[in-house]
């Protein structure tokens, strides 16, 4: 086994180690104390790191995970008294390549729902995974060496028997990954008690109500263009919830209103940057898109500090979904109105992220969906923000276990 | 749309114009003479295939509408080399397939398909003939294959390692393959053929990577000499990347042959799979030329316009012989520098260059599976 320990109790020296170490913790409440103190205590070393703004993806991390933020989230599963909510035991996380903290979120809301974790990171190193680990390790030689404890996190090659063999005894399984990684993990046998969560790839989107637009004041579209372009610059745009297309709705091609969106827009995007080798991806994802009449016209198909705008198509069979190439380039569509958007869905659809559309007109297109597409709608500028309920799971709901005591008094 | 039903150029006339290529000297243009040819050639085969080739057509719909016919020769639209692997691109029918290339592909994932018709096919033997009579003459020399023939067992499918060769071995005769099928060198037959052969000059075939393998570092491991004789002619190519890893330059490899083997007329090409033929060969002075049926283009990685010489950045390929696939215009993923026109020591006409390597990959990009980031 070619197993590198990067963060574990004193104690743990090896996988096997790892494993007997965390089934000797036990099993916690939710949101017990010491994993809440824990938690505050990172989000406010990470917010306090030198040049963290730097990095905005570990900006919204401490963010999220701040005080008042968890104890909020706490409220939702603390007062019913049906239930008793307590962790289900070892977690198994399988943390995605590409970005770098995604894993943190899972894990931390694996502990808070009373777990211990196994955590296998990317072989890929990081400066982001670098300063999430450093904290971990300063706060457990600064005495939080118990809750510090209920964690290991490591590296190993996928063909590596380590998630087999933590497999077989783990409670629950999450994998973040490409179809093919999550497909592969999933084979492996899991405890017949565990549970397990699965976050493939997905594709999202967002849609803009034309009819909104028109009312929108200037320095209001100044905000909504920033807040789109935030939206595709994180991560290269090739997160699962990165907005790939952008349908106008309320009309059935260009208008004034959509020229006055993309003249803000590109006044948003001035500072967008690609390496070359972006560059050249780009292009080649694009004149694919374009071989198979996907889309068609670009402004500038080429410029690295240019987002491209391209027309895209409704009627072919093939999608934007297929070969998108991220790194700043939107397809956009018209549709008439909101509910013609319904039969556009795919099942692998995640976000909508929108603006200008009321919460009744969400419902109605929701109610008409008829696959497993959308797992959330929120507005332009969160797209990427994480949520306790992500890809159709509540996920300290799910991570716990509830023991019915309904029939107690 | 910039191209109008009014541009179909019939296939025909398109053929006699390339067949009114200058055969016998391949590097007779100059600037001022090349320019007008090149780009009625190019604007006839962009309207070809345009109209021909659905997907070639759709491609043409991202560049910008200002873009009129007839276009400059830097406004020639240019498809991503990458393209042949993901797309089936060909302008004929399908029943004039007379061949399919297929590239070896570096990453072994996704290989690039290019259909041939006959005439295409034939026209291409014809220009890389020309080319290469240009460097070692027009008799039929003893020839030497720097590979096995085993690589032809099965005919039916030829890869482009087989397709080079059997492209090469036309110009030369009493063909020896010199190595076995681990590619382990066949020394006492070599010494044999050698011996034999010596005293005229001796043809040498093969791949880049594979000379420098089985050639050059069994002469340094076992501390032989090879006497290829005086007017002995190497022509490799097939791509330095191998090397680079081993950090062996041009110079060292040419210094290499020319110690251990005795060779000292080396020329290096640089071509690909999907313009065979038309293959930029290196001179006497180290510089890669393009011939009359092609021109090279520098442009800039970070937005693709043209770069004037001896700047750094990537290269576009444009070839004449492209009938039956729209290859006349290609970008490349590979890194060089044009260093001047018509003004080369070696005499010949035309642009003359170097490949300084390939780009390097995007990061969190697969070719098979682009969008691996979760969130």
């Known amino acids: 086994m070619s197993v590198s320990i990067l963060f574990a109790h004193e104690k743990v020296a090896s996988v096997e180690d790892a494993i007997d170490y965390l089934e000797s913790c036990s099993i916690w409440n939710i949101f017990d104390k010491r994993a809440v103190s824990f938690i505050n205590k990172f989000s406010s070393l990470l917010l306090k790191y030198p040049a963290i703004n730097q990095y905005p993806d570990l900006v919204a991390l401490a963010y999220w995970f701040r005080r008042a933020n968890i104890h909020k989230l706490e409220q939702n599963y603390i007062n019913d008294k049906d239930v008793f909510r307590v962790g289900r035991g070892v977690s198994l996380h399988i943390a995605p390549s590409n970005v770098d903290t995604i894993f943190v979120y899972s894990f931390f809301l694996s502990l808070l729902a009373g777990n211990s974790s196994f955590i296998r990171v990317s072989q890929k190193s990081s400066p982001q995974l670098d300063i999430v680990i450093q904290l971990f390790q300063d706060l457990y030689d600064s005495g939080e060496t118990e809750t510090a404890g209920r964690f290991v996190i490591c590296t190993y090659p996928h063909e590596d028997t380590t998630t087999e063999i933590v497999s077989k005894l783990c409670e629950l399984r999450i994998i973040w ?64 919830s990165s907005p790939l297309a952008l349908y106008f709705v309320g009309s059935s091609g260009p208008c004034e209103q959509s020229e006055r969106f993309w003249n803000f827009f590109a006044a948003a995007a001035k500072n967008h940057k690609l390496s070359a080798s972006e560059v050249m991806d780009r292009y080649v994802s694009l004149s694919s898109m374009a071989i198979s ?117 | 749309m910039h191209f109008t039903g009014k541009d179909i150029v019939k296939i025909d006339n398109l053929i006699e114009k390339l067949d009114e290529i200058d055969l016998v000297n391949p590097y007779s243009m100059t600037a001022s003479e090349k320019m007008p040819f090149l780009q009625d050639l190019m604007n006839s085969l962009t309207s070809f295939h345009y109209n021909n080739c659905k997907g070639y057509r759709n491609f043409t719909s991202v560049f910008n509408d200002s873009v009129n016919h007839p276009l400059d020769i830097d406004n020639i639209p240019f498809l991503p080399v990458r393209m042949f692997k993901q797309h089936d691109l060909f302008s004929l029918d399908k029943s004039f397939i007379f061949k399919t290339l297929n590239s070896s592909g570096t990453s072994g994932q996704s290989v690039s398909k290019i259909h041939l018709d006959a005439t295409t096919a034939k026209r291409q033997s014809k220009i890389l003939s020309s080319i290469t009579k240009n460097f070692i ?80 570092q069994y002469a340094i491991k076992n501390q032989v000499k090879f006497d290829f004789g005086n007017q002995s002619v190497l022509i490799h190519g097939g791509g330095w990347k191998k090397l680079e890893d081993q950090k062996v330059s041009n110079h060292e490899f040419k210094q290499a042959l020319h110690d251990h083997l005795g060779i000292k007329l080396v020329h290096n090409y640089y071509g690909m799979v999907e313009q065979v033929g038309s293959i930029f060969m290196e001179c006497e002075h180290g510089y890669l030329h393009c011939p009359n049926y092609a021109e ?13 010489f001896n700047r750094e950045g990537v290269i576009q390929v444009l070839s004449a012989l492209p009938v039956s696939y729209p290859g006349h215009s290609l970008l490349t993923e590979d890194l060089g520098t044009v260093h001047g026109e018509d003004d080369c020591g070696c005499g010949r006409k035309g642009k003359y260059f170097t490949v300084s390597g390939r780009m390097p990959l995007a990061e969190l990009r697969g070719c098979s599976d682009t969008r691996e980031v979760k969130i």
């Open chain 1, 177 to 240: 990954g490409g179809d093919k990684t999550v497909s592969n993990i999933t084979a492996i046998p899991l405890n017949p008690t565990a549970l397990e969560i699965k976050f493939p790839n997905r594709i999202s989107f967002s849609a803009i109500n034309l009819s909104t637009l028109t009312k929108t004041t200037d320095k209001e579209l100044i905000r909504l263009c920033e807040n789109f372009y935030a939206d595709i610059q994180l991560f290269g745009q090739q997160a699962c």
């Open chain 2, 296 to 308: 090279l283009i520098i442009r800039d990685p970070l937005n693709f316009d043209v770069l004037p």
């Open chain 1, 293 to 409: 009449g996907i889309v068609d016209k670009a402004e500038v198909p080429f410029s690295h500090d240019k987002v491209l705008i391209l027309n895209g198509s409704l009627t072919t069979q093939i999608s934007f979904r297929d070969g998108h190439p991220g790194n700043g380039s939107i397809v956009q569509f018209f549709l008439p109105q909101l509910a013609d958007l319904s039969s556009h869905i795919r099942p692998k659809d995640q976000t909508l992220s929108i603006y200008g559309f009321s919460l009744g007109e969400v419902g109605e297109l929701l109610a008409s969906l008829t696959n497993r597409g959308l797992d959330r709608v929120v507005p332009i500028g969160q797209a990427l923000e994480f949520s306790n309920i992500w890809d159709g799971y509540d996920l300290i709901d799910s991570m716990s276990r509830k023991i019915d005591v309904s029939k107690i008094k």
């Open chain 2, 137 to 216: 003459g027009d008799a039929r020399i003893p020839m030497i294959i720097a590979d096995s023939n085993e690589l032809f067992k099965d005919r039916a499918k030829l890869n482009a390692r087989a397709a080079g060769i059997l492209g090469f071995s036309v110009f030369g005769r009493n063909h020896f393959y010199c190595l076995d099928k681990d590619l382990n060198l066949l020394v006492e037959g070599l010494i044999e053929f050698l011996d034999k052969h010596r005293d005229g000059p001796i043809f040498i075939f093969g791949f880049t990577f594979i000379v420098w393998q089985s050639l050059i």
